[in-house]
């Protein structure tokens, strides 16, 4: 089994940073390959949607409204994975979640895990 504990949401004013944390952990992990990390947000009454992407070889990906502000990055040895958000705005509000794609070394089949979820909250 593979956990994620998700830390660093809180309330911010618009302009302001925080940093995601999300670390993982579990005895699957010694015979899994990670083939990826991100975070994912969901607004009140939205969809759950892509924020960042890191892949195994730190390849990354933003969602549009992102871009320029935010970024992700990993520490591969800790199986630590963090978002840096500056310049929020109150549409950046939600509950972001991390998230973790990885299969074992002995198959194709990738399983993929969430965190709890961390409440962002961007005050105008």
């Known amino acids: 089994q593979v956990q994620l504990v998700e830390s660093g949401g809180g309330l911010v004013q618009a302009g302001g940073s925080l940093r995601l944390s999300c670390a993982a952990s579990?005895?699957?992990?010694?015979?899994?390959?990670?083939?990826?990390m991100g975070w994912y947000r969901q607004g009140t009454g939205k969809e759950r949607e892509l924020v960042a992407t890191?892949?195994?070889?730190?390849?990354?990906n933003y969602v549009y409204s992102v871009e320029g502000r935010f970024t992700i990055s990993r520490d591969a040895a800790e199986n630590t994975v963090y978002l840096q958000m500056n310049s929020l705005k109150p549409e950046d509000t939600g509950v972001y979640y991390c998230?973790?794609?990885?299969?074992?070394?002995?198959?194709?089949?990738?399983?993929?895990?969430w965190g709890q979820g961390t409440q962002v909250t961007v005050s105008s």
């Open positions: 998230n973790l794609r990885a299969r074992p070394f002995y198959s194709d089949v990738e399983f993929i895990y």
């Open positions: 579990g005895s699957a992990l010694s015979v899994n390959i990670i083939n990826g």
């Open positions: 890191i892949s195994r070889t730190g390849r990354t």
